[in-house]
């Protein structure tokens, strides 16, 4: 029979080797500081738009790994009206989208609010409100049977996993709580602990996986001690996510040492904020791009042109007919707007031939 984490006698007393965690950890810390420090050289609008398209992506890939796919439009509004950014038209959002955005907008907005039973039980109504088929906002009570988590077709499943008794939860989640409250514990390295602690007690009876990411995501906005979010875990467990589960089944079985687990969770957030940073990469670019031709008295036809080039909403090759028809100007005047910014480098001929002459963008160096 197999015996699991929590039943060992050192239950919950986990432990890590920390000389073991000691690169990693300065690694990721030193990725996490340099991408906070890019982002408060943005101006506020680049801001909004980097935490607006990081949340998105937390919340649209925390649902898929669950199964679930929520609409990214849906999912962009809600967040923007919540945080009152300038979006441009904002799309419906279900129930189930505006749920989920709340959650995940309490957790990382009041990262400075202990957790407690209350709050969690909070996150669960707003995840399922509405459903009936479970019990939320109240831990299990296994009426059904023990919280298994289980693979394979039916009559041949395999458990990979079966988690405490339901009579157990209000010591155990007293004890996560005290734990994940400590302030004397790295952030980070608490982020883990409470991300794996949580998937092992299971007390809900769905959504822990999103609860547990959620906390993390608690725990991490804590150790920047801001609320804006450039980067997630979420879109990156979704990549990794057969080494997520194998990792948590493997960690579950083994002794109360989750330093296989610890180091994991690190690649893991390294990985992610390096994913960040590529994702980020067209605002960063067109931050830089503005500070390096700031003293350029452009007129507001040049500066509309290149907002669409810098932002991919352009589509084609550029010529002055396509110019002058978007700009709404004549053909002369489109020429000599491109002219002009060809003179300062922001443009230039393409090589290829044809009937008309076309342009690209030239990045400054």
């Known amino acids: ?33 340099r991408l906070i420090g890019q982002m408060e050289q943005l101006g506020f609008k680049e801001r909004d738009e980097a935490a607006l398209q990081a949340l998105t992506q937390e919340i649209v890939k925390s649902s898929e790994i669950e199964g679930e796919i929520l609409n ?27 749920g989920v955005v709340e959650m995940t907008l309490e957790a990382t907005q009041n990262h400075a609010v202990p957790l407690s039973k209350e709050r969690l039980f909070g996150w669960h109504r707003l995840l399922f409100a509405g459903r009936q088929d479970i019990k939320i906002g109240i831990w299990r009570d296994d009426s059904k049977g023990p919280m298994q988590i289980v693979s394979g077709a039916l009559g041949r499943e395999r458990a990979h996993y079966e988690a405490p008794p339901a009579e157990r939860l209000d010591l155990e989640m007293a004890t996560f709580l005290d734990c994940v409250n400590d302030e004397k514990i790295d952030p980070i390295p608490r982020a883990a602990k409470a991300h794996f602690w949580f998937v092992t007690v299971h007390p809900f009876d769905d959504g822990n996986g999103r609860i547990a990411r959620a906390i993390s995501e608690w725990a991490l906005a804590k150790s920047e001690n801001s609320p804006r979010r450039y980067y997630g875990m979420s879109a990156q467990i979704r990549k990794d ?20 687990w610890m180091l994991w969770f690190l690649g893991c957030l390294d990985r992610a904020i390096a994913g960040s940073e590529a994702s980020l990469s067209s605002i960063l670019g067109k931050d830089r791009f503005w500070k390096t031709y700031a003293a350029l008295a452009l007129n507001e036809r040049q500066r509309s042109m290149l907002n669409r080039i810098l932002d991919g909403t352009f589509e084609g090759k ?35 031939g044809g009937r008309s002459t076309s342009y690209s963008l030239t990045w400054p160096k």
């Open 318 to 352: 550029l010529t002055s007919t396509k110019w002058a028809k978007m700009m709404k100007c004549s053909q002369d005047a489109a020429y000599r707007d491109i002219l002009d910014l060809a003179s300062h480098g922001i443009l230039s001929k393409d090589s290829a």
């Open 1 to 33: 029979m197999t015996e699991y984490i929590y039943q060992r006698p050192e239950w919950p007393n986990l432990t890590w080797n920390q000389g073991a965690l000691a690169i990693p950890l300065a690694e990721a810390r030193l990725r996490q500081g």
């Open 72 to 98: 990214t439009a849906h999912v962009r509004s809600s967040i923007a009206r919540r945080l009152g950014i300038d979006a441009g038209a904002l799309s419906p959002a279900d129930r189930t989208v505006e």
């Open 241 to 260: 996510r057969k080494e997520y589960y194998e990792i948590l089944e493997q960690t579950s079985k083994g002794a109360v040492d989750i330093t296989d």
